[in-house]
């Protein structure tokens, strides 16, 4: 079986590196440094990584998380790009969609970024997660939310809502999308408004 967590690690690895620890990324207020210490701190810190999800724990988080951006940037990385042993047979299934979205945090932060072509394989696992994504992400959005693109088997989010609004986009474009990243993912979205514009600006993620 194809590991796309795996290669997909490598390439995020590879381009941490090339950017170093200071480079803009497009998780709010992280720098390079701190992208990878949120990786390595829920990878190999369970201590930690509690406040990932839960506020009470935040705090614990946040300082374990400062002191590994602070640490040597080769050394960081190395840890990244290697992953814990224990958790290689949960490498897929945790991160073919995390690595994706996280190369793009750092990809699509720098001006000069291009679009990369994403192997069909690896677009056809992304499609298969686009529909847990949005049906999580945006459970809450006040309209229906036909989502469809190439390669994806089109679903609906929120189907007992009146009002209906549009997605168009490849697999990775709506994870993306469906992840918060909605300024920097290449969908089309058609529907009244004001609810395309709210769409665009909503606080979508798990």
């Known amino acids: 079986m194809t590991s796309y967590a795996r290669a997909e690690r490598a390439a995020l690895a590879d381009v941490l590196l090339a950017a170093g620890p200071d480079a803009p990324t497009l998780c709010d207020g992280w720098a390079t440094r701190d992208l990878a210490a949120h990786i390595v701190l829920r990878e190999r810190r369970p201590d930690a990584a509690a406040g990932i999800m839960f506020k009470a724990a935040a705090g614990h988080t946040r300082k374990v998380q400062d002191k ?89 989010v929120n189907p007992k809502q009146e009002q209906a609004v549009q997605v168009q986009g490849a697999p990775g474009e709506l994870i993306l999308f469906f992840t918060g990243r909605q300024a920097h993912a290449d969908v089309a979205i058609t529907g009244p408004e004001p609810l395309t514009s709210r769409l665009r600006g909503a606080r979508l993620g798990i």
Do not use: C
Request: aromatic share 8%.
């Open 68 to 156: 590994l951006a602070a640490g040597d940037w080769p050394a960081l990385v190395e840890r990244l790009r290697t992953g814990p042993l224990l958790l290689r047979p949960l490498d897929e299934a945790m991160n073919a969609v995390e690595f994706f979205v996280h190369h793009e945090d750092v990809r699509r932060a720098a001006p000069d970024w291009t679009p990369r072509e994403i192997p069909p394989g690896y677009s056809q696992a992304l499609a298969a997660r686009a529909k847990s994504t949005a049906r999580l992400s945006a459970r809450r959005f006040p309209a229906r939310l036909e989502v469809s693109g190439p390669g994806v088997e089109p679903f609906t």
